[in-house]
Nanobody, 118 residues
Framework: VQLVESGGGLVQAGGSLRLSCLAS????????MGWYRQAPGKQRELVAS???????NYADSVKGRFTISRDNVKNTMYLQMNSLKPEDTAVYYC?????????????WGQGTQVTVSS
């Protein structure tokens, strides 16, 4: 499985962005997907996840502002980010957990920069 993110950029506080993550390869084997972010000097943290295309989970810091979704036909996951804050500034990474023979494997995208100005 290979993942490619897009949609990052510079936005003012209060604005919106939508990130996309296109999965290729054995996309049918994906069990769960998620968005992580890493700000300078901080550890990578989970922002939102979606399991089997339905069950979702969010970090407390983004609840009510971010929405994760997945289009299985397009093999694409999205993160709609509204009411952005300067503290949302980070590199956002797409992650997938997928089945392989005998177990599970992780895949990561290359990351996309999101910068929110005050």
């Amino acid at each position: 499985v290979q993942l490619v993110e897009s949609g990052g950029g510079l936005v003012q506080a209060g604005g919106s962005l939508r990130l996309s993550c296109l999965a290729s390869g054995s996309a049918f084997s994906i069990k769960a997907m998620g968005w992580y972010r890493q700000a300078p000097g901080k550890q990578r943290e989970l922002v939102a996840s979606i399991i089997s295309g339905a069950s979702t989970n969010y970090a407390d810091s983004v609840k009510g502002r971010f929405t994760i979704s997945r289009d299985n036909v397009k093999n694409t996951m999205y993160l709609q980010m509204n009411s952005l804050k300067p503290e949302d500034t980070a590199v956002y990474y797409c992650h997938a957990l997928y089945r392989i023979q005998g177990g599970l494997e992780n895949a990561w995208g290359q990351g996309t920069q999101v910068t929110v100005s005050s």
